[in-house]
């Protein structure tokens, strides 16, 4: 069943993608994942995540201008669709509803 | 769908060390495989890390991630479906090269001859090394353990001497083995050399059979077709035989549980094993059980145990799965140290090998089955590369001297839209339909050369049957693509090159003879070859003629050596002297001078200087007509006069050489009679010098040599010395007076001279393989030039008639033409002549310690050979040209 369920890499991809609001490529998503995560994130993985997500409707893309960086190659920018703010608006209240669970946050004592 | 992806070529970007691209060959796959949707995001991805890459690591590193950001991103996303258009161009393409090729094939039938019958002769030679390898690579493949087993080895090395590594290995070593080091599996110790008469009823069969353990059949995987493996071999007096000996002496009945007697012993059949594939190093007759060995030879005879009996014996064992032999290599050697400790003067190292390398491997000594060495198959198979080279000289050379007709040809395609990736394809396939329509020819070629070289020699038939396989005719299909490729890529790299616009707007300014030196290099490289093979050749067919006839220091003539098989040789004798074309009969244990060797250890207390020596000399036990026989000439002394039993020798006759290693009597022939040396621990008196001879063959230096006295030799000869004009006749004789003495076994006889010859069988095949090659690698050279001198003077009709009308002399022109090609053949003879002499003065003859001197015809031979083949192949063509009328060559454009 596509375009419902989020894994928990693509949930960070679509919030970075998000979070960079206009300027959304591949490798500023690479970046922001690394330094949000601490962990080295692949860029391999971030375009195989970005192509299955675009499959499921979560993200658009569009190509940009061309600019005498990246070897005259266009960046291709991708923003979140309605679908995919519904599907991080569901995984946000589906966290919240399981943290209001939580008795007590006696979480505390044992971290 | 783009066939070809030309990339935009992207501004490039200034740093201040100028312009840093990625690596360009992985730009090119990236754009092939990747999808075009998606192609140029990941381009500029992988350039933005690319160039973050080299601020911070480097040029060279970032290259190399590069590199592998663009295999790692080979992913089901991001490549394209291959989709049914691109299929379907792909092989109207080729089927267009086809149509092409076709074309050009039937347009110049000359160089299409020559360039196929090029091919297809070499490639039949390179089918040949590669069946051959195939065959030898799949020895030992029938055991189900094949990469695990291991044979232990020896390395056998007086203090003295250097190391000798030998395949056998001593049975303590096995059962050291077995007791002391764990990391293997299972070990069989098996034995060589059971050789007897088997009897059943009446009916007796000569039989060559081997001991083997119990554990025989957990490390090989012999079928047995009858019987149990694990206990065929158990019990002492067992006895397996092959299916095909069983039905020798059994017929059609069931052999198991029946008895076979050797001598005085029964011996009962408990297993039946398939007949021995060719493709195994170890064959065999028949099996007996190791614990016969212990009741038999081995009996009451405590050295045969010893960690020095290493001379018949043979362990091999599995190691288990997924290990590795080091360790098991480093606990043999901690045995060889801990039994060496008990040895003087002598060490015995045990080592492995892996079971796929014995037959294709370092020679051992004592080796069991045929084997090669990987010299022989480089050898052959550099044979065969020189003349397929040769042969894609001649395809590369004619391909670009037409170039001209071909031209306008790519021009045109180029024009109508072909990017040079398409003309490199186009030439590339046209060479390898080439080829692979040579690899049909060659095919049949091939079918009768595999006669010829199996005929060549016993030992390559018993080797090697290149039998064909599916298997091996794909790896045919491989070297002819392979080929083609080699042959091809240089006109075709030429074709995709050509400048489309300048050849069709004006085609004389197309330059006909560009790469012309590269042609001239080919030709003198071909023809540098074919001298080096004719001059080897006929170097190497005089030496060997030499070592035929070389004065041996003794006479062969007319001796008839017959092998006395275990019989009484007394009653033999006395049959033979009874013939009365047989001139002299005497006996000898060796047959000399045909490589095979004895040796022994003499002492020697100098009486003078009081010094103890000893040192190891070759040994032949005679009888006392054997000096006579064979004309040996004595120094001083005389032949032996006692003539004592077995047991009682007291006297020893000598060469020069053993008086010059001791210094006996300041090697005073005359003196040195009567001096005494020990042998065995028993006094020996010199009885007789005798002149130096060869007891080896020419490779080896004359060395110090012993003559004893004994009649009693079971496994020796009888030397017969016919004196008749009726050979056959005479050969009856002996065969009957044989016959009286043995009933069993058929006579072995061979005359002197032919046993010398077989002992240089090596070179004769090797002077026969190069005389071959030299021959195929003559035509294909000449067929080469041959095609040049036709281009040549064909392009050049209308400069020769034009000279011809001003007025230039047939012979003139005839030296215009052949001018170029005559230097070329010089450089090559000034190349190749030089280099044959310092190969064999350097290099070959070197290995032989006896040898004739290399002569000047043995040089000019050849040379005069090809001047005489290039000069009626150039005169053909050009005196052509030179009389063709020139009116007509002009009037027709």
Request: charged fraction near 20%.
């Given at each position: 069943?596509?375009?419902?369920?989020?894994?928990?890499?693509?949930?960070?991809?679509?919030?970075?993608?998000?979070?960079?609001?206009?300027?959304?490529?591949?490798?500023?998503?690479?970046?922001?994942?690394?330094?949000?995560?601490?962990?080295?994130?692949?860029?391999?993985?971030?375009?195989?995540?970005?192509?299955?997500?675009?499959?499921?409707?979560?993200?658009?893309?569009?190509?940009?201008?061309?600019?005498?960086?990246?070897?005259?190659?266009?960046?291709?920018?991708?923003?979140?669709?309605?679908?995919?703010?519904?599907?991080?608006?569901?995984?946000?209240?589906?966290?919240?509803?399981?943290?209001?669970?939580?008795?007590?946050?006696?979480?505390?004592?044992?971290? | 769908?783009?066939?070809?992806?030309?990339?935009?070529?992207?501004?490039?970007?200034?740093?201040?060390?100028?312009?840093?691209?990625?690596?360009?060959?992985?730009?090119?796959?990236?754009?092939?495989?990747?999808?075009?949707?998606?192609?140029?995001?990941?381009?500029?991805?992988?350039?933005?890390?690319?160039?973050?890459?080299?601020?911070?690591?480097?040029?060279?590193?970032?290259?190399?991630?590069?590199?592998?950001?663009?295999?790692?991103?080979?992913?089901?996303?991001?490549?394209?479906?291959?989709?049914?258009?691109?299929f379907y161009i792909y092989i109207i393409m080729i089927s267009s090269y086809f149509k092409t090729f076709k074309r050009s094939l039937v347009r110049n039938k000359l160089f299409s001859f020559i360039n196929i019958f090029g091919l297809a002769v070499s490639i039949s030679v390179g089918l040949l090394v590669v069946a051959f390898l195939v065959d030898l690579r799949s020895y030992d493949d029938l055991h189900a353990k094949k990469d695990r087993i291991y044979r232990v080895v020896s390395t056998y090395q007086l203090s003295t001497q250097s190391?000798?590594?030998?395949?056998?290995?001593?049975?303590?070593?096995?059962?050291?083995?077995?007791?002391?080091?764990?990391?293997?599996?299972?070990?069989?110790?098996?034995?060589?050399?059971?050789?007897?008469?088997?009897?059943?009823?009446?009916?007796?069969?000569?039989?060559?059979?081997?001991?083997?353990?119990?554990?025989?059949?957990?490390?090989?995987?012999?079928?047995?077709?009858?019987?149990?493996?694990?206990?065929?071999?158990?019990?002492?007096?067992?006895?397996?035989?092959?299916?095909?000996?069983?039905?020798?002496?059994?017929?059609?009945?069931?052999?198991?549980?029946?008895?076979?007697?050797?001598?005085?012993?029964?011996?009962?059949?408990?297993?039946?094993?398939?007949?021995?594939?060719?493709?195994?190093?170890?064959?065999?007759?028949?099996?007996?059980?190791?614990?016969?060995?212990?009741?038999?030879?081995?009996?009451?005879?405590?050295?045969?145990?010893?960690?020095?009996?290493?001379?018949?014996?043979?362990?091999?064992?599995?190691?288990?799965?997924?290990?590795?032999?080091?360790?098991?290599?480093?606990?043999?050697?901690?045995?060889?140290?801990?039994?060496?400790?008990?040895?003087?003067?002598?060490?015995?190292?045990?080592?492995?090998?892996?079971?796929?390398?014995?037959?294709?491997?370092?020679?051992?000594?004592?080796?069991?089955?045929?084997?090669?060495?990987?010299?022989?198959?480089?050898?052959?198979?550099?044979?065969?590369?020189?003349?397929?080279?040769?042969?894609?000289?001649?395809?590369?050379?004619?391909?670009?001297?037409?170039?001209?007709?071909?031209?306008?040809?790519?021009?045109?395609?180029?024009?109508?839209?072909?990017?040079?990736?398409?003309?490199?394809?186009?030439?590339?396939?046209?060479?390898?339909?080439?080829?692979?329509?040579?690899?049909?020819?060659?095919?049949?070629?091939?079918?009768?050369?595999?006669?010829?070289?199996?005929?060549?020699?016993?030992?390559?038939?018993?080797?090697?049957?290149?039998?064909?396989?599916?298997?091996?005719?794909?790896?045919?299909?491989?070297?002819?693509?392979?080929?083609?490729?080699?042959?091809?890529?240089?006109?075709?790299?030429?074709?995709?090159?050509?400048?489309?616009?300048?050849?069709?707007?004006?085609?004389?300014?197309?330059?006909?003879?560009?790469?012309?030196?590269?042609?001239?290099?080919?030709?003198?490289?071909?023809?540098?070859?074919?001298?080096?093979?004719?001059?080897?050749?006929?170097?190497?067919?005089?030496?060997?003629?030499?070592?035929?006839?070389?004065?041996?220091?003794?006479?062969?003539?007319?001796?008839?050596?017959?092998?006395?098989?275990?019989?009484?040789?007394?009653?033999?004798?006395?049959?033979?002297?009874?013939?009365?074309?047989?001139?002299?009969?005497?006996?000898?244990?060796?047959?000399?001078?045909?490589?095979?060797?004895q040796g022994t250890t003499i002492k020697y207390i100098n009486p003078k200087y009081k010094t103890k020596d000893s040192a190891m000399v070759s040994l032949n036990v005679i009888d006392g007509n054997y000096l006579p026989l064979h004309q040996h000439k004595f120094v001083a002394g005389s032949n032996f006069k006692l003539r004592p039993k077995t047991g009682e020798e007291s006297e020893i006759i000598v060469n020069e050489q053993v008086l010059k290693r001791f210094n006996i009597a300041e090697q005073n022939a005359q003196k040195a009679v009567?001096?005494?040396?020990?042998?065995?621990?028993?006094?020996?008196?010199?009885?007789?010098?005798?002149?130096?001879?060869?007891?080896?063959?020419?490779?080896?230096?004359?060395?110090?040599?012993?003559?004893?006295?004994?009649?009693?030799?079971?496994?020796?000869?009888?030397?017969?010395?016919?004196?008749?004009?009726?050979?056959?006749?005479?050969?009856?004789?002996?065969?009957?007076?044989?016959?009286?003495?043995?009933?069993?076994?058929?006579?072995?006889?061979?005359?002197?001279?032919?046993?010398?010859?077989?002992?240089?069988?090596?070179?004769?095949?090797?002077?026969?393989?190069?005389?071959?090659?030299?021959?195929?690698?003559?035509?294909?050279?000449?067929?080469?030039?041959?095609?040049?001198?036709?281009?040549?003077?064909?392009?050049?009709?209308?400069?020769?008639?034009?000279?011809?009308?001003?007025?230039?002399?047939?012979?003139?022109?005839?030296?215009?033409?052949?001018?170029?090609?005559?230097?070329?053949?010089?450089?090559?003879?000034?190349?190749?002549?030089?280099?044959?002499?310092?190969?064999?003065?350097?290099?070959v003859l070197t290995k032989f310690a006896y040898h004739l001197p290399m002569q000047v015809y043995e040089f000019l031979l050849p040379l005069l050979v090809l001047m005489v083949l290039a000069a009626i192949l150039i005169g053909s063509q050009t005196l052509k040209a030179a009389r063709s009328n020139p009116v007509k060559n002009l009037k027709t454009e």
């Amino acid at each position: 069943m596509k375009g419902t369920n989020l894994g928990e890499f693509e949930e960070l991809v679509l919030l970075c993608i998000a979070a960079l609001v206009s300027d959304a490529y591949s490798v500023a998503i690479c970046d922001e994942l690394s330094k949000h995560t601490g962990r080295t994130v692949r860029l391999g993985i971030v375009h195989a995540v970005l192509s299955r997500l675009e499959e499921k409707g979560l993200v658009n893309s569009r190509l940009g201008e061309a600019t005498s960086t990246r070897g005259g190659k266009r960046k291709r920018f991708y923003e979140v669709t309605h679908a995919g703010k519904a599907a991080l608006l569901k995984a946000k209240e589906a966290r919240e509803a399981l943290w209001r669970i939580i008795p007590g946050f006696n979480l505390e004592g044992s971290i | 769908m783009r066939l070809f992806n030309t990339t935009p070529t992207s501004p490039h970007k200034q740093t201040g060390k100028g312009v840093i691209e990625p690596p360009r060959l992985a730009q090119r796959l990236l754009a092939w495989y990747c999808r075009t949707e998606i192609l140029e995001d990941l381009q500029g991805d992988l350039y933005e890390y690319f160039d973050r890459n080299v601020e911070t690591k480097g040029i060279t590193r970032a290259r190399l991630i590069y590199w592998i950001d663009v295999l790692k991103f080979f992913r089901l996303y991001t490549v394209r479906e291959p989709s049914f258009t691109t299929f379907y161009i792909y092989i109207i393409m080729i089927s267009s090269y086809f149509k092409t090729f076709k074309r050009s094939l039937v347009r110049n039938k000359l160089f299409s001859f020559i360039n196929i019958f090029g091919l297809a002769v070499s490639i039949s030679v390179g089918l040949l090394v590669v069946a051959f390898l195939v065959d030898l690579r799949s020895y030992d493949d029938l055991h189900a353990k094949k990469d695990r087993i291991y044979r232990v080895v020896s390395t056998y090395q007086l203090s003295t001497q250097s190391p000798m590594e030998f395949a056998s290995t001593s049975i303590k070593a096995g059962k050291r083995i077995r007791e002391a080091i764990t990391g293997f599996e299972d070990l069989t110790i098996i034995r060589t050399g059971f050789y007897g008469d088997a009897q059943v009823g009446d009916n007796y069969l000569p039989l060559n059979a081997t001991w083997a353990d119990e554990s025989f059949f957990k490390v090989f995987s012999f079928p047995l077709l009858k019987g149990d493996p694990a206990t065929a071999l158990k019990e002492p007096y067992s006895l397996i035989l092959t299916e095909k000996t069983a039905a020798k002496l059994f017929g059609h009945a069931e052999a198991l549980g029946k008895t076979v007697r050797f001598d005085t012993v029964n011996y009962v059949v408990t297993g039946v094993a398939a007949d021995v594939s060719k493709f195994s190093h170890l064959r065999f007759e028949a099996l007996v059980s190791f614990s016969t060995v212990d009741a038999t030879v081995g009996k009451g005879d405590p050295g045969f145990y010893n960690w020095t009996n290493i001379w018949q014996n043979y362990v091999y064992l599995t190691l288990p799965e997924n290990t590795d032999s080091q360790t098991l290599t480093t606990n043999l050697a901690g045995l060889s140290v801990q039994e060496n400790k008990a040895l003087k003067d002598l060490k015995i190292d045990v080592g492995l090998q892996p079971l796929k390398e014995i037959t294709l491997g370092k020679s051992l000594s004592n080796s069991v089955g045929p084997t090669m060495k990987p010299t022989v198959i480089y050898f052959l198979g550099g044979l065969a590369l020189v003349i397929i080279l040769s042969a894609c000289f001649n395809y590369m050379n004619l391909s670009i001297a037409r170039a001209l007709r071909r031209a306008r040809e790519v021009g045109i395609r180029k024009i109508i839209g072909a990017p040079g990736s398409h003309i490199f394809g186009q030439f590339m396939s046209e060479s390898v339909f080439t080829a692979l329509l040579s690899l049909f020819f060659a095919f049949f070629f091939f079918l009768f050369l595999r006669k010829q070289f199996l005929n060549l020699d016993t030992h390559v038939s018993d080797v090697a049957s290149l039998e064909l396989s599916f298997k091996l005719i794909g790896y045919f299909l491989v070297l002819a693509v392979s080929v083609g490729i080699v042959a091809g890529f240089f006109p075709a790299v030429f074709f995709s090159r050509i400048n489309a616009l300048q050849v069709v707007k004006d085609h004389s300014k197309f330059k006909v003879f560009r790469h012309v030196n590269i042609r001239k290099g080919l030709i003198v490289l071909q023809y540098t070859l074919s001298l080096i093979f004719i001059a080897t050749t006929i170097i190497g067919y005089r030496q060997y003629k030499g070592f035929l006839n070389f004065d041996l220091g003794f006479k062969t003539e007319n001796i008839l050596n017959i092998s006395l098989q275990n019989n009484k040789s007394d009653l033999l004798i006395k049959e033979l002297a009874e013939i009365p074309t047989v001139e002299a009969v005497s006996r000898s244990a060796m047959v000399t001078s045909v490589g095979s060797m004895q040796g022994t250890t003499i002492k020697y207390i100098n009486p003078k200087y009081k010094t103890k020596d000893s040192a190891m000399v070759s040994l032949n036990v005679i009888d006392g007509n054997y000096l006579p026989l064979h004309q040996h000439k004595f120094v001083a002394g005389s032949n032996f006069k006692l003539r004592p039993k077995t047991g009682e020798e007291s006297e020893i006759i000598v060469n020069e050489q053993v008086l010059k290693r001791f210094n006996i009597a300041e090697q005073n022939a005359q003196k040195a009679v009567g001096e005494q040396v020990m042998m065995d621990n028993k006094n020996l008196t010199i009885v007789g010098v005798v002149k130096d001879f060869h007891y080896g063959t020419m490779e080896n230096k004359i060395e110090p040599v012993v003559f004893l006295y004994s009649t009693e030799m079971p496994w020796g000869s009888a030397n017969v010395k016919i004196k008749t004009n009726d050979l056959p006749a005479t050969m009856a004789a002996i065969e009957n007076a044989w016959r009286k003495i043995d009933k069993v076994h058929p006579i072995k006889a061979e005359f002197y001279d032919d046993q010398i010859e077989q002992a240089y069988g090596q070179f004769e095949v090797m002077i026969k393989v190069i005389g071959f090659i030299s021959f195929l690698a003559i035509c294909i050279a000449s067929l080469g030039l041959f095609g040049m001198v036709v281009f040549t003077t064909e392009t050049r009709l209308k400069e020769i008639s034009i000279r011809k009308v001003l007025g230039a002399t047939e012979g003139g022109l005839i030296y215009l033409l052949s001018k170029g090609f005559l230097i070329l053949l010089g450089i090559a003879a000034f190349i190749a002549l030089p280099a044959t002499y310092i190969l064999f003065d350097k290099v070959v003859l070197t290995k032989f310690a006896y040898h004739l001197p290399m002569q000047v015809y043995e040089f000019l031979l050849p040379l005069l050979v090809l001047m005489v083949l290039a000069a009626i192949l150039i005169g053909s063509q050009t005196l052509k040209a030179a009389r063709s009328n020139p009116v007509k060559n002009l009037k027709t454009e």
